[in-house]
């Protein structure tokens, strides 16, 4: 039994990044296009494949509704930081404010 594939060690999905996920359902996808699999572990291996395309779709929804939350409170201007500082890396003059010490620097 130590040859049957499905037999693995049970796979904490939920602790998974989109990257590791992504990883594993690729390596699925690989062993059922190979073939020469059992109809028990081809269907087992489609399972797995599910439960973690439905890890990856979870974590890219997530993804998404935190970036479109940065976004509106970015162009709001209400991302927690006063006027000055909403306005970007640029100050009202459209120059940078690279914090070099220009301003008050006697030579």
Same mark, same amino acid.
């Given at each position: 039994m130590a040859d049957d594939p499905t037999s693995e060690p049970a796979l904490d999905v939920n602790s998974l990044s989109f990257e590791q996920a992504f990883q594993r359902l690729g390596e699925l996808a690989e062993s059922l296009d190979a073939g020469g699999l059992?109809?028990?572990d081809a269907t087992a291996r489609y399972e797995q494949?599910?439960?973690?395309?439905?890890?990856?779709?979870?974590l890219l929804n997530a993804a998404?509704?935190?970036? *479109?939350?940065?976004? #509106? +409170?970015?162009?709001?201007? *209400?991302?927690?930081? #006063? +006027?000055?500082?909403?306005?970007?890396p640029g100050d009202s003059n459209g120059q940078e404010d690279d914090d070099s010490p220009r301003e008050g620097l006697l030579l």
């Amino acid at each position: 039994m130590a040859d049957d594939p499905t037999s693995e060690p049970a796979l904490d999905v939920n602790s998974l990044s989109f990257e590791q996920a992504f990883q594993r359902l690729g390596e699925l996808a690989e062993s059922l296009d190979a073939g020469g699999l059992t109809l028990a572990d081809a269907t087992a291996r489609y399972e797995q494949g599910m439960v973690l395309v439905q890890r990856c779709n979870q974590l890219l929804n997530a993804a998404e509704l935190k970036i *479109t939350s940065l976004k #509106d +409170s970015y162009s709001q201007g *209400t991302n927690g930081q #006063d +006027s000055h500082d909403a306005q970007g890396p640029g100050d009202s003059n459209g120059q940078e404010d690279d914090d070099s010490p220009r301003e008050g620097l006697l030579l």
